[in-house]
């Protein structure tokens, strides 16, 4: 899946799936804004930051600041929602692609 444009909604300028490893998919995505709340049912999700700074907050009322090169694997069923601060490109990776 290819998305170029802007989701108003979730603020997603660029979506690209890059690969499928195993059961899992490995994608690049630049945004701006917050995406909303949800967990992944099937699978953990792994965000690595390129560029810009991403909070993701969690259910438990935590956030998590993921900077350049900074990894966080997010468990599966785990509440939580991505926030860019600014125009923000990582590399998340679940099971959907």
């Given at each position: 899946?290819?998305?170029?444009?802007?989701?108003?909604?979730?603020?997603?300028?660029?979506?690209?799936?890059?690969?499928?490893?195993?059961?899992?998919?490995?994608?690049?995505?630049?945004?701006?804004?917050?995406?909303?709340?949800?967990?992944?049912?099937?699978?953990?999700?792994?965000?690595?930051?390129?560029?810009?700074?991403?909070?993701?907050?969690?259910?438990?009322?935590?956030?998590?600041?993921l900077?350049?090169?900074?990894?966080?694997?997010?468990?599966?069923?785990?509440?939580?929602?991505?926030?860019?601060?600014?125009?923000?490109?990582?590399?998340?990776?679940?099971?959907?692609?």
């Amino acid at each position: 899946m290819v998305f170029v444009g802007t989701d108003h909604d979730y603020g997603i300028i660029l979506n690209i799936a890059l690969n499928q490893i195993d059961e899992s998919c490995l994608r690049i995505t630049a945004f701006d804004g917050e995406y909303r709340w949800h967990y992944h049912s099937r699978s953990d999700e792994l965000f690595i930051v390129v560029h810009g700074m991403l909070e993701i907050d969690l259910s438990d009322g935590s956030t998590l600041r993921l900077l350049p090169w900074y990894a966080v694997t997010i468990p599966v069923g785990t509440v939580h929602r991505t926030r860019a601060v600014g125009r923000t490109v990582g590399r998340p990776k679940n099971a959907t692609c």
